[in-house]
C-alpha cells in the first residue's frame, strides 16, 4: 500500500495516483481494489502487533512494516472502517444493478446515484491512505473529516439505491403483472387487481372504492359478474366527461331491468380511476379529488400512490393523459378500449358501448343525412360537432316557420350558466324551396311495403313512417339533433311552444346533463297539453238526407254515427 507524509496535500495527491493506476478498472472495483490492500496493511498490523517481546524475528518484521511497539489501533479509525463497508456495499449495489442495463427513465435512481459514485471512490482511497499513514505512525491525519465525508455520502447514496430497490421492484412487478398475469385473466376482478391493487410487499396502502361518498367493504370483488367502464383521466378538465357520465349513469339506473342486444343496463358498472404523477408534489391534488369525488354517484378508487398497473393502462388500454372510457366485460375482456367519443356522440343510445353499435346508429341516420346533403349541400356543414344540437324543420305555413326561426334565434342567443351548448337551425327550402320536393320524395324512396328485417331496419322504417306522418301537419314539423344523432322528431305546434317556453325550462339542462333531454322532457309535458285540449265543435257536422222514397220525401231520422281516431293505427303520426 501507498503511504504519505501527514498533509491533507499530500494525501490527496497519493489518492490521484492510485486512482491513476487504478484507471483500467470501474470506479466498483477500484475501491475494492484500495479496501483490499488496507485490508492486508490492517491485518498485518494485528498480526504483528501479537507478536511477542522476546520474538526477535516478529520484532524485526514490526520495524521492518513500521509498526511501533506501543502504538494501538484509534477508536477513529475504526469508525472509519465501519464507514467505509457501507460506502463499499452500495457502489456495489449500484454496479449489480447497472449491469442490468435497466432503463433509467423507469429507474432514475441509478443515474442519481452515479453522480455520487466517484466522489465516493475518490473519498474511501483518500481515507484508506490516510488510515493507512496514521496505522504506520508517519502521519497524524484526522480521520473523523474522512468519516464525514463519507458519511455524507452514505445518506445520498443509501437515499438512491432505497429509491432504486422501490423502481426496480416496480419493474419486476410489472413483469409478473404484464407476462405472468395479463395473459391468464380470469375475471373482471382479475384485471382491476393487476391494474390497481398494489404487490402485498410493497409497502404501500390498499386501494379504496367508494360509491357515491360511501366506502365498499369488499373492494373490488363489487365489480363481480359485472360489466365495468373504466373511466380514467387526470384532475383537471374533466367537466364535460363527468356531466356526461353522470347522465349514463341515471339512464343505467333508471332502466336497471332493461335489456337491449343481451346486455342488461343494471349489469353495468361505473369506476373512476383518477391518474396522478405524484400525489405530493401539490397539496391541491388531493383536495381536487375529493372535490370531483363529491360530484360523482358511481364508483371511485381512491389510492394516493402511483398505480401498480399504470404501465399496462398505458400500453393495453392506450391511456396517453386524455379522458378515456374503456368497457370491460365480466370475463375481464375489453369490449371498447375508449367508448367516450360514441357515448359523447350517441350518449345512452349507445348502449351497450361496443363500436358495433355505433355502426348500427351511424346505418340508423346515415340515410337521413345523405338526403338531406342531396337536397341541400350546405347541410353537410350541420352536426359535425358533437355537442352542438340542431333544429332542422320545415312547412307550409309560412306565419310558423318565421316564429320558428324567430324563437330558436333567442335561444342561439341566450347563455345557459355552466353549460356549453351550441344551438344551430337548419330550415328545409329556406334557400332552395325548389328542391324540397326531392327530400320528400327521396324519403318516400325508402318506405318499403315488404316486412324489414332486421332490428336497425326495422327502426329506419319506423322513422320514415314518422317524418311522412309529420309532413302532413298543417302548420309544420320539427327533428332536433345532437350531432348527426336525431333525438326527437316532433309537431309543428308543439316543438314550437316549446322553444317558445324556453325561460321555463332552460334550468333543467344543467340538471339533465344535456340540452335535448331537457328539451325532450318539456316537449312530452306540451304534447301531452295539446293532446288532452277539448274541441269545441257547435257547428252542424251532420247532413240533412230525405227519405230516397218519392211517396215519403221526410227527414230521415238519425240512429248513429261514430268517429273513429286513427291513433295507433299504422298510418297514426304517434310523436
Known amino acids: 500500500m501507498i503511504t504519505t507524509r501527514g498533509s491533507p496535500e499530500c494525501a490527496h ?31 498485518e498490523f494485528w498480526r504483528l502487533d501479537r507478536v511477542q517481546v522476546a520474538d526477535q524475528f516478529g520484532n524485526s518484521l514490526k520495524q521492518l512494516n513500521q509498526v511501533q511497539i506501543s502504538r494501538k489501533v484509534p477508536s477513529d479509525m475504526t469508525d472509519l472502517v465501519t464507514v467505509l463497508g457501507e460506502v463499499l456495499n452500495y457502489i456495489n449495489l449500484w454496479e449489480k444493478w447497472s449491469v442490468m442495463d435497466y432503463d433509467t427513465e423507469a429507474v432514475p435512481s441509478l443515474l442519481a446515484a452515479m453522480q455520487e459514485i466517484p466522489l465516493a471512490v475518490y ?26 465525508r463519507l458519511s455524507k455520502i452514505v445518506i445520498k447514496l443509501k437515499t438512491h439505491m432505497e429509491n432504486g430497490r422501490w423502481e426496480i421492484g416496480r419493474i419486476q412487478d410489472y413483469k409478473i403483472r404484464i407476462d405472468i398475469r395479463y395473459p391468464k385473466i380470469k375475471d373482471v376482478v382479475d384485471l382491476l387487481d393487476i391494474l390497481i391493487i398494489p404487490a402485498s410487499d410493497s409497502g404501500t396502502s390498499i386501494p379504496k372504492i367508494f360509491e357515491d361518498g360511501v366506502q365498499i367493504k369488499n373492494g373490488i ?23 356526461l357520465l353522470s347522465s349514463i349513469y341515471k339512464r343505467l339506473q333508471e332502466h336497471a331491468g332493461e335489456e337491449i342486444k343481451g346486455f342488461k343496463k343494471g349489469d353495468f358498472r361505473i369506476l373512476w380511476i383518477p391518474v396522478v404523477d405524484d400525489w405530493n408534489t401539490d397539496n391541491t391534488k388531493r383536495e381536487k379529488f375529493y372535490n370531483l369525488k363529491k360530484s360523482m354517484k358511481w364508483h371511485v378508487l381512491e389510492y394516493f400512490e402511483k398505480l401498480p398497473g399504470y404501465e399496462i393502462i398505458v400500453q393495453k388500454l ?51 343525412w345523405n338526403l338531406l346533403e342531396k337536397t341541400d349541400e350546405k347541410a353537410k356543414l350541420l352536426g359535425r360537432d358533437n355537442t352542438s344540437c340542431v333544429f332542422i324543420y320545415g312547412g307550409n305555413d309560412s306565419n310558423w316557420i318565421q316564429n320558428m326561426k324567430n324563437a330558436i334565434g333567442k335561444i342561439e342567443k341566450h347563455e345557459i350558466n355552466n353549460v356549453d351548448v351550441n344551438i ?62 336525431l333525438k326527437l322528431l316532433g309537431h309543428g305546434e308543439p316543438m314550437y311552444q316549446t322553444v317558445l317556453e324556453f325561460e321555463k325550462w332552460k334550468n333543467t339542462v344543467l340538471e339533465k346533463e344535456t340540452f335535448d333531454v331537457a328539451f325532450k322532457e318539456h316537449y312530452d309535458v306540451v304534447k301531452e297539453r295539446y293532446a288532452s285540449r277539448p274541441y269545441d265543435h257547435t257547428s252542424s257536422v251532420l247532413a240533412t238526407i230525405t227519405c230516397p222514397n218519392t211517396s215519403c220525401g221526410r227527414v230521415m231520422e238519425v240512429t248513429s254515427i261514430q268517429y273513429r281516431c286513427c291513433h295507433g293505427s ?4 304517434n310523436v
Request: glycine share 8%.
Open 13 to 43: 495527491q497519493t489518492t490521484l495516483k492510485i486512482l491513476q493506476q487504478l484507471s483500467g478498472f470501474s470506479w466498483g472495483a477500484k475501491a475494492v481494489i484500495a479496501l483490499a490492500a488496507f485490508s492486508l496493511e490492517y491485518g
Open 123 to 148: 473519498w474511501t482511497i483518500a481515507s484508506i491512505v490516510a488510515s493507512v499513514g496514521n496505522l504506520v505512525g508517519i502521519s497524524e491525519h484526522k480521520l473523523s473529516n474522512f468519516k464525514d
Open 221 to 243: 370483488e363489487v365489480f363481480k359478474q359485472k360489466y365495468v367502464m373504466l373511466f380514467i383521466s387526470g384532475l383537471d378538465s374533466t367537466g364535460d366527461e363527468i356531466l
Open 318 to 368: 392506450k391511456y396517453d393523459g386524455k379522458p378515456i372510457v374503456t368497457v370491460i366485460n365480466p370475463q375481464g375482456k375489453i369490449m371498447n378500449e375508449n367508448a367516450l367519443q360514441i357515448i359523447f356522440e350517441w350518449e345512452i343510445e349507445a348502449f351497450p358501448f361496443r363500436q358495433i353499435d355505433v355502426d348500427d346508429l351511424n346505418k340508423k341516420w346515415k340515410w337521413f
Open 424 to 485: 344551430e337551425r337548419y330550415e328545409l327550402g329556406e334557400h332552395n324551396p325548389d328542391h324540397v320536393p326531392s327530400f320528400w320524395i327521396g324519403l318516400d324512396g325508402k318506405k318499403k311495403n315488404k316486412e324489414c328485417k332486421g332490428r336497425v331496419d326495422c327502426e329506419i322504417q319506423e322513422i320514415v313512417r314518422t317524418l311522412l306522418c309529420l309532413k302532413q301537419d298543417p302548420l309544420g314539423w320539427v327533428v332536433l339533433s345532437r350531432g348527426r344523432n
Open 570 to 573: 299504422a298510418n297514426s303520426c
